[in-house]
């Protein structure tokens, strides 16, 4: 919630041993990607960043839910295994345009998004639920629950250690949301050079992360016009086959993520130009990436005050410094 414009998003890649399929804002520093998952996290949530939240992430910490070289990570998670092939796990499949023919109508996109959303909702519920096995039943931090020399393993749905499985989810929340800001049209403007269309479809040209997405919400209303790009990895036909309709051999598409992403560019040292279509237009890539930087540091407050009606202030304020900090066992007494 990557990549080169030509065979659609969802390219493999060979990246340490593993079949990688890229779905999202790029995970890996290869195949066109530049971490830009990893590096928006960073700059949301890092102790070092320009503005760092109140309970920031410590160095080793951060790694583990950011990724770091070779490792991707819990942002970057979605990205392996069954979560490739998961529109909602990247805000994918929101795609309608209002043309005669069309094969989904606009209540099917606002659908698929919506699923990303609750998507995103079920996850923060289920961080909430994990964290009360990171104290015990005196209040106090319990040391087999926070990872020492044994690192987490973000895969399938047991990732070691409670801290492990928070994080896991924190990471599944943090990479939808990013990804919402790059496959949708939340924030982008079409190209001014060419006639809005399905090839160039409208943006809504947004600036900031979207109430919509804000879990503390109850039944926000959809915003109008918000769509994403068509997905179709049932058989791995990408793309160039999956997204076709009517008569196929005539080439006619949907809206696609092709045509919608900004995926990729330049974050690090400062946030430059995007690299695929769409991001390349104007300011498009920018406005993505500080909207979802926005969004990820209000994903992690919604988290904290979730914890607090939870299980109270004192409590919670223990398992965020667990949470975020690397030797808790020394430095959350």
Request: some cysteine; proline content about 5%.
């Amino acid at each position: 919630m990557i990549f080169q414009q030509q065979l659609y998003v969802f390219r493999l890649i060979a990246v340490a041993g593993a079949i990688v399929i890229s779905t999202g804002f790029g995970t890996i520093n290869s195949g066109g990607q530049n971490s830009e998952h990893g590096r928006i996290t960073r700059h949301a949530l890092a102790c070092d960043s320009s503005s760092p939240p109140a309970a920031c992430f410590q160095s080793d910490t951060l790694d583990s839910l950011a990724g770091s070289r070779g490792d991707f990570g819990a942002v970057g998670a979605p990205d392996r295994g069954r979560g490739m092939l998961t529109s909602y796990a990247h805000c994918s499949a929101g795609d309608y345009f209002d043309i005669p023919g069309y094969p989904r109508s606009s209540s099917e996109a606002e659908n698929s998004l919506t699923e990303c959303r609750n998507y995103m909702l079920e996850n923060i519920r289920h961080a909430v639920i994990d964290a009360a096995e990171l104290l015990d039943d005196d209040g106090d931090i319990r040391s087999s629950q926070i990872p020492t020399y044994i690192s987490c393993v973000y895969a399938g749905q047991e990732h070691g250690r409670a801290k492990c499985n928070v994080l896991a989810h924190l990471g599944r929340i943090l990479h939808a949301g990013q990804d919402f800001y790059s496959h949708s049209n939340w924030v982008d403007r079409p190209d001014p050079a060419r006639p809005v269309g399905i090839d160039n479809p409208p943006g809504l040209g947004n600036s900031g992360r979207a109430p919509w997405l804000d879990l503390r919400a109850a039944n926000p209303a959809f915003p109008t016009g918000l769509v994403s790009g068509c997905f179709d990895m049932a058989s791995f036909a990408g793309e160039e086959a999956g997204c076709l309709y009517g008569d196929e051999a005539a080439g006619t598409h949907r809206l696609r993520h092709l045509d919608l992403n900004k995926d990729t560019g330049t974050i690090d040292p400062r946030i430059g130009e995007g690299t695929t279509a769409r991001g390349a237009i104007t300011d498009n890539f920018e406005r993505a990436v500080l909207a979802a930087i926005d969004d990820s540091a209000d994903k992690w407050a919604t988290f904290q005050e979730m914890l607090v009606a939870a299980y109270g202030a004192e409590q919670a304020a223990l398992m965020v410094c667990a949470i975020t900090h690397d030797d808790p066992m020394d430095d959350c007494v």
